[in-house]
């Protein structure tokens, strides 16, 4: 595994559901977003990949929701790259409450490469995140 990335967030009102806590779909744009800075704070860019006809894309989702977030929260999301297998990577993700760090959502996201032809790959460029100081 890899060096711990982080990301701060706060909850907003539109996020809550009628219980008045963050609704479960909202954590997969939390994790995403995450992610996304990760992935641009070593250098990739989605856009540039798209354009080279690479496609990161998600093919699994694990999720242990531990306790919920409310309305006005302040909370981070950390990434932590690792290697799955030859044709996928993951991400261990954890979202915690600032206040307390007290965790509320542990996960592993599960990804692939598809390359021009749609076939899966785990690029060199993806692998070298393994490499990463940590």
């Given at each position: 595994m890899t060096e711990l990335f982080s990301?701060?967030?706060?909850?907003?009102?539109?996020?809550?559901?009628?219980?008045?806590?963050?609704?479960?779909?909202?954590?997969?744009?939390?994790?995403?977003?995450?992610?996304h800075e990760y992935l641009l704070a070593c250098g990739?860019?989605?856009?540039?990949?798209?354009?080279?006809?690479?496609?990161?894309v998600v093919v699994r989702s694990e999720m242990d929701y531990k306790a919920s977030l409310q309305s006005g929260d302040k909370f981070f999301v950390t990434v932590q790259y690792q290697s799955v297998s030859k044709l996928r990577f993951g991400f261990?993700?954890?979202v915690r409450r600032s206040a307390d760090g007290k965790l509320m959502l542990d996960a592993l996201i599960t990804g692939t490469a598809l390359n021009a032809q749609g076939k899966p790959f785990v690029p060199d460029f993806i692998s070298a995140l393994a490499a990463v100081a940590g």
């Open positions: 990301v701060d967030f706060k909850v907003r009102d539109y996020e809550c559901d009628m219980q008045g806590i963050v609704n479960n779909a909202v954590y997969f744009h939390y994790l995403e977003h995450a992610r990739l860019d989605f856009a540039k990949l798209t354009r080279e006809k690479i496609h990161l261990r993700q954890q």
